[in-house]
């Protein structure tokens, strides 16, 4: 190639490489919109923050404090294999940079650049007054060679009017939002609320800022999200910057509540440790506000990571490892130890054979009246049947007592909790794996011969997603019967929490929400 051509090569490719990649649908942005085509110029906007748009007339107002529905569109797909990128939402007022984060949304791998796909995200609106806000929405793909993409749109923002304005919904096309619909219609009216004063609590990562989180609080009616404190430590360590490995994280998945003393216990890993190390600190939070009480070494830890930390008695915890036989690699020990408030963890139980097949960990649960930690083990081999395992571990004696086959051709489950009034084991059940738009089913599974029975409908099939992931720990309130649990509504980033009266196994729904991007999600206290 001459150099010309060379040129004329490079030209070529980055005109190919600048198609169309985000446009705000609802309320509809600034400039001309067209989603008509991938890849359309409307949607290809650099420069923070509004993509060089100037401001215009707000079109909508939303009511302060209340919901509302942005839509936006993904108009060309770029993620970044490894290191996947993210959609972000957030709100300030004309002429002010301070950006307030209203959701996150992350890329999905669709392998084709070529996409587009419509999101809906159902926002907190602040509760403040502003007669011109402006509302961001931004697609940072993470790509080597793609900068942000920027959109707006201008808004106003008013208290007066809160009681008359109802969340606006986006227009949809015609087989969209159907089960976002389906699922405002579920949303209990306030007397038939059981939820009034009942706050969850949970991590949320700050994507500008990977090396804190905030802890926030989650109103169990309205969903509404509210910062609590700020954690000097981050999710995960892949959150982090290009190039800047942020090892100081918290353990995702790993939370015990210990109602009696007001803490909430998780597991954070060192900066100064290797990424391969495990989270060797325990962390101890107060549940309700978040302040750390004390954050030191686990003493004794044998470099194991902790699958597991359950509650056990006041300042007493169970924890559960999986361990491999140096021996006979690919089968492995399971461990139950104990660890109390000072740090100080001591191993308990050891399986005396080796398992190479039931190794997928999902939940472990304590039943203090029969001093029994029962663990669910889902088989390595079965990723869609979803076959499992519950291993029973005696903790009075300190002996391992037995496992049974969990029945699973009916319901799947990746957690059980304890109901203590009956002893139950109950699970929150989707069906089966292959079910795309599943109802769900609260089901009570006994550990001793892995039979499972449906106790009641949660919610009918068409409005969730297929998702395993729901769970809250310290979810049922033993004294008043209730068993709270997230579900995600299909085709949009939207969530509500579901709450199931034990008594009478009826459900009731809060207003839709986004929680989804709340980690290790705990009833407070
Ligand atoms: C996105 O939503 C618009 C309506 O706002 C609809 O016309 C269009 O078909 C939708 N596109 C996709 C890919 O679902
Ligand atoms: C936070 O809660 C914990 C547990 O209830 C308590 O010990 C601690 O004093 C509280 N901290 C503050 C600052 O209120
Ligand atoms: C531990 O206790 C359980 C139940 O009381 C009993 O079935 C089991 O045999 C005991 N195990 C040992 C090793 O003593
Ligand atoms: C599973 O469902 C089928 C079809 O409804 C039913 O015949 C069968 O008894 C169920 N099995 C169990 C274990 O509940």
Known sequence: MSSSEVTAALLLSVITG??????????????????????????????????????????????????????????????????????????????????????????????????????????????????????????????????????????????????????????????????????????SPPHRRTTDGVTFYGIMYSRNQPDVANYVAVDAATGAIADITTLKYGVGFSRGRLGDVNANYIADGVAAVDP?????????????????????????????????????????????????????????????SIEEETTKPGNYYFVVGGLDWSGNWQEAVRMLDTENTYVNFQWAEYDPGRMMLFVLMGNENDADGLSARIYTFDVSNKSFMSHAEVDVSNYTFMSMQLYSKTGQLLAVS??????????????????????????AEIAQAGIFENYYGGTIFNGVDQEKGFLYYMLRVADAEADVIATITLSDMTTTFSKITNIRHVHNLARGI
């Open 430 to 455: 989707p069906g089966l794996f292959k079910d795309t738009y599943p109802g769900y089913s609260l089901v009570s599974v006994d550990p001793f011969t892995g039979a499972v029975v449906k106790l």
């Open 260 to 320: 009696p003393r007001g803490i909430t216990v998780m597991m954070n890993h060192l900066l100064s440790s290797s990424l391969d190390a495990p989270a060797s600190t325990m962390l101890e939070l107060g549940t309700n506000n978040g302040t750390v009480v004390r954050h030191g070494n686990v003493l004794g830890f044998d470099q194991r990571p902790f699958s597991a930390v359950v509650y056990q008695s006041f300042g007493q915890y169970l924890t559960f």
């Open 18 to 187: 600048s198609l169309g990649h985000i446009c705000i649908v609802f309320p509809h942005q600034r400039g001309p919109l067209d989603i008509s085509t991938s890849g359309n110029p409307s949607c290809f906007r650099h420069g923070a923050p509004c993509g060089g748009q100037n401001a215009e007339d707000p079109k909508v107002t939303l009511a302060a404090g209340g919901t509302a529905f942005i839509k936006w569109q993904q108009n060309y797909n770029h993620y970044s294999v490894g290191y996947s990128g993210y959609m972000d939402v957030a709100i300030a007022p004309l002429s002010s940079s301070d950006f307030k984060l209203l959701a996150v949304v992350s890329d999905k791998y669709v392998y084709a650049q070529d996409h587009q796909r419509n999101y809906t995200v159902v926002v907190s609106v602040p509760d403040m007054e502003c007669d011109h806000c402006v509302i961001r929405v931004r697609y940072n793909a993470h790509k080597p060679g793609e900068n942000t993409f920027y959109q707006c749109t201008d808004v106003r923002v008013t208290k007066t009017q809160m009681t008359q304005l109802l969340p606006q919904l986006p227009p949809y096309g015609k087989n969209e939002h159907i089960c976002l619909h389906k699922a405002l219609q579920l949303i």
